[in-house]
C-alpha cells in the first residue's frame, strides 16, 4: 500500500466507473423490461375496475329503482310515510337521476309531486 501509483488510482477510478454505469444501465434496462411486461396487465385491471364500476352502478340503479317503485306504490295506494322516509326517498331519487336513471319512474315522482303527495 505504501507505493501505489497515479496508474493504480486511475485503474480504480475507471473500474468503479464502468461497474458504476453498468449496474445504472442494468437497472435502466430492467425498469424498461418491467414496465414493458406489466402495461398490458395494468391495462386488463383497469378494464377490469371500469367494467366493475358499471357493474356496481347499474346494480345500484336497479335497486334504487326498485325501492323507489315501492314507495311511490305506497303512497299511491294511500299508506302514509314519515318525514324522514319522504327525506330518503327524495335522497334516493336525486341519487337515481346522477346515475342516470329517467324512466317511468321519474313520470310517477312527478305526478305525485303535482298532486300534493310529496
Same mark, same amino acid.
Given at each position: 500500500?505504501?507505493?501505489? @501509483?497515479?496508474?493504480?488510482? %486511475?485503474?480504480?477510478?475507471?473500474?468503479?466507473?464502468?461497474?458504476?454505469?453498468?449496474?445504472?444501465?442494468?437497472?435502466?434496462? @430492467? #425498469?424498461?423490461?418491467? @414496465?414493458?411486461?406489466? #402495461?398490458?396487465?395494468?391495462?386488463? +385491471? =383497469? !378494464?377490469?375496475?371500469?367494467?366493475?364500476?358499471?357493474?356496481?352502478?347499474?346494480?345500484? %340503479?336497479? %335497486?334504487? &329503482?326498485? +325501492?323507489?317503485?315501492?314507495?311511490?306504490? =305506497?303512497?299511491?295506494?294511500?299508506?302514509? &310515510?314519515?318525514?324522514?322516509?319522504? &327525506?330518503?326517498?327524495?335522497?334516493?331519487? =336525486?341519487?337515481? !337521476?346522477?346515475?342516470?336513471?329517467?324512466?317511468?319512474? !321519474? =313520470?310517477?315522482?312527478?305526478? %305525485?309531486?303535482?298532486?300534493?303527495?310529496?
Amino acid at each position: 500500500m505504501e507505493n501505489i @501509483s497515479l496508474g493504480q488510482i %486511475l485503474a480504480i477510478i475507471s473500474f468503479l466507473s464502468v461497474f458504476i454505469g453498468a449496474i445504472t444501465a442494468l437497472i435502466t434496462f @430492467s #425498469k424498461t423490461f418491467i @414496465s414493458k411486461i406489466l #402495461k398490458p396487465i395494468n391495462q386488463k +385491471i =383497469d !378494464h377490469l375496475e371500469e367494467v366493475s364500476s358499471k357493474n356496481r352502478n347499474n346494480i345500484e %340503479l336497479e %335497486l334504487i &329503482k326498485m +325501492i323507489l317503485i315501492n314507495f311511490i306504490n =305506497d303512497i299511491e295506494q294511500g299508506i302514509q &310515510k314519515s318525514p324522514i322516509q319522504k &327525506k330518503n326517498a327524495y335522497e334516493l331519487f =336525486d341519487r337515481y !337521476h346522477e346515475l342516470g336513471g329517467n324512466s317511468y319512474v !321519474h =313520470d310517477r315522482w312527478e305526478k %305525485l309531486i303535482q298532486e300534493g303527495k310529496l
